[in-house]
């Protein structure tokens, strides 16, 4: 099931001094002249030798710790996703639903996932069409994570250890899905920060496939063929078809 878990997604979807010191003139100027310095001035100097390499070592832990929570939410939707994978389908779909909602809704900012996706026409819907959509699109993502990861055959997941940071201020957190029999998947996350943490905002298959791109496609040709409505009944029948008859 896993060797072809993201295509799977796509199809769902598809159908971030000191101051200087001057040395005394000396009158005779063929005598060296040595500048006493007690214990206090070899303690200066000692604690100022000691504090440089600490002030270049700064900028690199707050990058290190950046780059951490970037990586944060990821690493729980990874350690959910196994554990839902191992479960497997033995345990109910509700059960398992309930598990990784909230893992989901920790890793994905699923409002901004969701206007990109619609496009323009987010910012004209009224507030109960997008209160719809926001409710039926957050059981579609997590229905569909739930039955495309619903096996597990020795997979495993690996993120790489610092993140790339775009331009706009957001990040890249490259992960891979690899397999028993040695072939992967690479998982890129578009990361952004939000006011309640890092968050996806879009998901990369191989680094260049974007999941909102794809998602707009689909829910343009619902749009435009029934407005908000038949965008809510779509998603809400593939929630249907996901789960084995659970509705959004």
Do not use: C
Not at 53 to 81: C, K
Not at 145 to 152: G, K, Q, S, T
Not at 160 to 171: C, F, H, I, Q, Y
Not at 203 to 230: C, E, H, K, M, W
């Amino acid at each position: 099931m896993t060797h072809n878990i993201i295509s799977k997604l796509m199809n769902a979807a598809a159908g971030l001094g000191s101051r200087n010191q001057t040395n005394a003139m000396e009158k005779n100027t063929m005598t060296p002249t040595t500048l006493p310095i007690g214990r206090r001035g070899m303690l200066a100097l000692a604690v100022a030798g000691l504090s440089l390499p600490a002030l270049f070592a700064q900028p690199a832990r707050a990058e290190n710790t950046e780059s951490a929570a970037v990586i944060a939410p990821i690493q729980r939707l990874n350690d959910a996703l196994l554990a839902n994978m191992k479960a497997g389908k033995q345990v109910p779909f509700a059960q398992r639903f309930a598990a990784l909602a909230p893992v989901i809704e920790n890793a994905f900012d699923l409002d901004a996932i969701l206007a990109a996706s619609v496009g323009l026409r987010w910012r004209s819907m009224a507030e109960n069409e997008k209160a719809d959509l926001q409710a039926a699109f957050r059981r579609y993502t997590v229905s569909s994570y739930l039955a495309n990861f619903d096996e597990y055959n020795g997979q495993s997941f690996q993120i790489a250890p610092s993140v790339r940071k775009l331009d706009n201020g957001e990040a890249v957190v490259d992960t891979k899905i690899l397999r028993k029999d040695g072939t992967s998947t690479k998982l890129s996350y578009v990361m952004r920060k939000t006011p309640s943490g890092w968050k996806a905002v879009d998901v990369l298959l191989d680094g260049t496939i974007s999941r909102v791109a794809v998602q707009r496609s689909d829910f343009r040709y619902l749009l435009t063929n029934g407005g908000v409505p038949a965008l809510v009944a779509g998603l809400q029948n593939k929630v249907a078809n996901l789960s084995g008859g659970m509705r959004a």
